[in-house]
């Protein structure tokens, strides 16, 4: 063992090779990404042994995989973030029918703010929606000990069960033992033992199920607090266990009393509970240099959101007034505590989003908990912060939104379509990936954007509805195996009049450069013959397919207007590698004497690494100031010397 500081990501992954995780299977996804990548890398090392990773091509693919390797009795690791698992629900649901042999963990990272993805979609709902335990950390340490404790309530009671870490939890670091190597569980006995009335999902097998779900969710939730199940042949049947095995959950969901008698509850979960217990700590300090004292009030953490634990909360609750509930994204434990309330009869408040006394989405942060907690305990020391944040300083940042990187050859195949299209009335659907920021000025080059694979489909919805309107679809190499396929088949199928065009970059660049079919390699460093998208596009039914390269400005917009004036499925296949998969050439220059401070190689392409000196002269440009290229961002390539009107940008030496 090493001590190691590891990131929580980094973290559960070892957590799982602890375990003896077997298989691991999953989708690219921020904030998830790096449990699966750490785990490829030690096993490249040679630290990990008999371990199989994958990135599969969706997450339903990557689940359905694990599914087949659990029933021959591996442990197994699934990762997605939380949109990720909208994909998977279709096996998740039926496999918690069918049950689990191997461990089967589910970590599903959630992402509130949200800061990278479409939705502030909270796990919990989907795992009481799913009928499968949760498990909640506050922090790497509870994420890593979680994992672990996961594997064994999954075999013990033959579920799937999801480990839930937020965007914090999965990049926020902490020191961990790790060990030197790790190796593989052998699958529990022997492999996969045929049984059809156990593994074959008939209606009759499926009614059976739902019973045995029901009641071992409630021999769980007792488990979680701190209660042993039942004996005899009712705990055969579920896996019931005994107290030494319950307290280690029931750890999950720690009780903290300050002062005597309290009447003021706080109740949190993920990393609520570690912003609140420093919140607390603050207001402690602060109480301290005041010479005063903190009101009593008893904290409790929910590291174990379903099934819930009403029991321990029950005892929480005892003697308490008035309950804070902090959570993020949605009110998951103050519904259940306001359903327990009821069924307790309970004189107690409960305060938290749903009476505006918590925020009701995004992020939670502890200045926002040292305000309201100081508000809900009575305690009259305020005017202090917990840290000095850029407003306190009186700095002001200026904004940055997310735009495509300097230099991205796919900037020119936006570029390229617009030109293409001039004033030919359209519709263009974008996709989720690098290519979601196609939207951003001055490209403007998408109208919609829903989920992964939806511009496909989305296009063909307007092209029904508007036909004297081109429908334009945009997808990227990955996603176009991920979920574009289906969508293909159904243009060619109903013969709908749209242009897809495919944005390949040989890789999965929005996540960190994953590879997938199209790339020509495994995530265990096996090479493999690359699935082709162009044929892939005839054997989807389309026959119009156009190919170019994105910075080849002119080959690039004829391309576009030959798929563009097709009727009927036609598509536009630019090829041009990721900036991060290239060296970078010599940064382009713009000559001052000829340079007319026009801005058009700003305002047609917004690449960040031409920029603008309003205080530069020139012969040309007067005192209109000039254009100039921040050597630093420019990679070269070259598609602002094609946008320059005055032929004042050539390429560097």
Not at 87 to 95: E, G, S, T
Not at 342 to 357: C, E, F, I, P
Not at 375 to 391: I, N, P
Not at 567 to 586: E, F, M, R
Request: with cysteine.
């Amino acid at each position: 063992m090493t001590k190691q500081l590891l990131m929580g990501n980094e973290a559960m992954a070892v957590a799982a090779l602890e375990a003896g995780v077997r298989v691991v299977a999953g989708y690219p996804g921020t904030p998830s990404s790096e449990i699966i990548e750490t785990i490829a890398r030690r096993r490249a090392e040679g630290l990990a042994h008999g371990v199989h990773v994958e990135w599969s091509s969706n997450e339903k693919v990557a689940l359905e995989v694990l599914a087949g390797a659990s029933a021959a009795g591996a442990r197994c690791l699934f990762t997605c973030k939380q949109m990720g698992l909208n994909v998977a629900a279709d096996p998740l649901m039926c496999l918690n029918y069918v049950g689990v042999k191997g461990g089967m963990v589910l970590v599903v990272a959630d992402d509130p703010g949200p800061i990278s993805s479409q939705t502030e979609q909270d796990t919990r709902r989907f795992a009481s929606f799913a009928k499968v335990p949760v498990l909640d950390p506050a922090n790497p340490e509870q994420a890593y000990a979680m994992v672990k404790a996961a594997f064994e309530l999954s075999e013990r009671y033959g579920t799937p069960v999801i480990v839930r870490p937020t965007t914090r939890v999965d990049h926020a670091s902490a020191f961990f033992e790790a060990p030197a190597e790790t190796f593989a569980r052998e699958p529990i006995d022997g492999g996969f033992v045929r049984d059809t009335e156990r593994w074959v999902i008939f209606p009759k097998r499926s009614y059976e199920a739902h019973g045995q779900i029901n009641r071992r969710l409630a021999l769980i939730a007792d488990e979680f607090s701190g209660a042993a199940g039942p004996s005899g042949a009712k705990a055969a049947e579920v896996g019931a266990v005994g107290a030494a095995e319950a307290a280690r959950f029931a750890c999950f969901n720690p009780v903290e009393t300050q002062g005597e008698s309290p009447c003021l509850g706080i109740l949190a979960g993920g990393t609520s509970a570690a912003n609140a217990r420093e919140a607390l700590r603050i207001i402690a300090s602060r109480a301290q240099r005041a010479g005063s004292s903190v009101p009593s009030y008893r904290f409790m953490q929910v590291g174990t959101p379903y099934p819930f634990p009403a029991e321990a909360v029950g005892r929480f609750t005892e003697g308490l007034e008035r309950i804070l509930v902090l959570e993020e994204l949605d009110h998951v434990l103050e519904d259940e505590l306001l359903r327990l309330c009821g069924r307790q009869h309970g004189s107690y408040d409960v305060l938290g989003k749903l009476t505006g006394s918590a925020r009701d989405r995004g992020e939670n942060d502890v200045d926002d908990f040292v305000s309201r907690l100081t508000d809900f305990l009575g305690f009259g020391v305020s005017g202090e912060r917990a840290d000095d944040s850029a407003a306190d300083l009186g700095i002001d940042l200026p904004l940055r939104p997310p735009v495509l990187c300097p230099g991205c050859p796919h900037r020119g195949a936006f570029y390229a379509v617009k030109r293409a299209l001039k004033k030919v009335p359209a519709v263009q659907c974008g996709d989720i990936g690098c290519y979601t920021l196609g939207n951003a000025q001055p490209l403007d080059a998408l109208d919609t954007c829903l989920c992964m694979g939806a511009g496909v489909t989305m296009a063909q919805g307007f092209a029904v509805v508007e036909p004297d309107c081109k429908a334009i679809a945009y997808i990227g190499d990955s996603t176009f195996f991920a979920s574009g396929l289906p969508g293909l088949a159904n243009a060619a199928y109903n013969g709908h009049d749209i242009t897809v065009v495919v944005l390949d970059n040989a890789t999965t660049a929005m996540t960190g450069s994953q590879p997938h079919p199209g790339t020509g390699a495994t995530l265990m460093g096996e090479q493999r013959a690359p699935l082709s998208i162009e044929d892939e596009l005839r054997a989807n039914g389309f026959s119009c397919i156009e190919r170019a390269d994105p910075l080849d400005l002119g080959a690039a917009t004829e391309a576009a207007r030959r798929a563009i004036a097709y009727p009927g499925p036609s598509a536009v296949l630019y090829v041009s590698p990721c900036i991060q998969l290239v060296k970078p050439g010599d940064p382009v220059v713009i000559d001052a004497q000829s340079c007319t401070g026009c801005k058009k190689c700003i305002t047609e392409i917004g690449c960040p690494g031409i920029a603008f000196d309003a205080r530069a002269e020139g012969p040309r440009s007067g005192k209109r100031g000039q254009a100039f290229i921040d050597p630093d961002l420019c990679n070269g390539c070259g598609l602002c010397v094609s946008v320059c009107p005055y032929d004042s940008i050539s390429a560097g030496r």
